[in-house]
């Protein structure tokens, strides 16, 4: 018997590709088998009948968007940060940093409707980072296997979607700890991403991610076309892993910088800067400032978010005093981190302005 890929389905019956592995997996195409990660379909088998007709586009959108649903993340007020960009950025601001580069928000504006001539992200989460190389130098081997785990989740009752979830979980750790580079640890990173507790990253003392399950009914898995577009758009993107000092020998008078560091936590319990075993407290953040301080010395052009401690205490004046030589904006946002329905809500976040 001869068979076709999905890929080939999809482009036969008019459909995406995820929705024929979503249609495999439910096993309502005849014949259909997975060989590892990828499903095969006989040439003659039916297209099912189905009410969807999202024809499969190879084509690359102009614009890319963020991969990950990342907490804290900047969709939300990048109008606000658009709005501080350099005059000049394309033009004789000709080269981007984003050192704490998390879901990249920022950064896919940038790439999306800027010529800049060089590109330099960084992070000190390892995981993070080998996701974005895995997108950058093998995205065909990591859209199948996120292929494979969604084909699995979407179709599973709540109960199989747990186990499935820790299981997932489990794997990622192991991996983690064997400090695997293979395009399955990525995928993992981005699936659990999709289907923990608001996309939340977190890890525990022994350096293992511990986020629980969320509870999101149809997660997008597997976005095909976005990580195709990002791939090509991150072919001339430097992509480090390691501490945001090092983008120093990258920076000079024609650089724009945006740092988004794990912010300042306005109570004990919106805590969530256990990004790394080591933590972002309050020295690391003095510590950040005179860093930009010293960047800004050479003429760069920086912008900086963070938290507004005068939420929660009109009179604390971290930031105030610790970036006076700069400009500050209180800017609004809705943050939802806190699983207490009352710490959710509209509250000021700072951006800090080196000119």
């Known amino acids: 018997m001869d068979y076709i890929t999905a890929k080939e389905a999809a482009i036969f019956w008019g459909i995406s590709q995820r929705r024929v592995a979503v249609l495999c997996s439910e096993e309502r195409i005849d014949g259909a088998k997975l060989i590892g990660n990828m499903w095969l379909i006989p040439v003659r088998a039916s297209k099912p009948d189905d009410a969807r007709s999202l024809m499969f586009q190879p084509k690359t959108p102009a614009s890319v968007k963020p991969f990950l649903k ?10 606000n940060i658009k709005m501080k960009y350099p ?21 896919f504006d940038i790439l999306s409707n800027y010529d800049m001539k060089e590109v330099y992200i960084s992070d000190i989460n390892r995981e993070l ?10 995205v065909d081997e990591l859209i199948s296997h996120l292929e494979h785990i969604e084909a699995n989740y979407l179709p599973a009752s709540e109960e199989k979607r747990k186990a499935l979830y820790y299981k997932n979980r489990e794997r990622f750790n192991y991996l983690k700890k064997t400090y695997d580079e293979s395009p399955e640890i990525a995928a993992l990173f981005i699936a659990l991403n999709k289907t923990c507790f608001n996309g939340l990253y977190r890890v525990n003392s022994k350096g293992e ?8 009914k149809s997660p997008r898995i597997c976005d095909e076309e976005n990580l195709i577009a990002i791939s090509k758009k991150l ?14 020998q990258f920076i ?12 300042r936590p306005l109570t004990e319990s919106a805590s969530f800067t256990s990004y790394t075993q080591d933590g972002f407290g309050d020295n690391e953040q003095v510590e950040l400032a005179r860093f930009i301080d010293k960047m800004s010395e050479r003429g760069v052009y920086i912008v900086a978010s963070n938290s507004d401690p005068k939420n929660t205490n009109e009179h604390d004046s971290f930031f105030d005093e610790l970036y006076a030589r700069h400009k500050i904006f209180r800017i609004s946002a809705s943050r939802a981190i806190n699983s207490i329905g009352n710490r959710r809500g509209k509250i000021n976040e700072l951006l800090i302005s080196s000119y």
């Open 129 to 138: 980072i080998l996701t974005y190389k895995i997108i950058h130098k093998n």
């Open 70 to 79: 990342w907490a804290g993340g900047k969709a939300q007020i990048l109008e």
């Open 209 to 216: 991610y511990n986020v629980p399950q969320g509870g999101y």
């Open 252 to 263: 000079d008078d024609r650089t724009f910088v945006y740092f988004d560091p794990p912010y």
């Open 87 to 107: 005059i000049e950025l394309g033009k004789s601001v000709s080269k981007y940093a984003e050192p704490f580069v998390g879901g990249g928000a920022v950064l």
């Open 235 to 248: 072919r001339n993107v430097q992509i480090i892993c390691g501490d945001y000092k090092e983008s120093a």
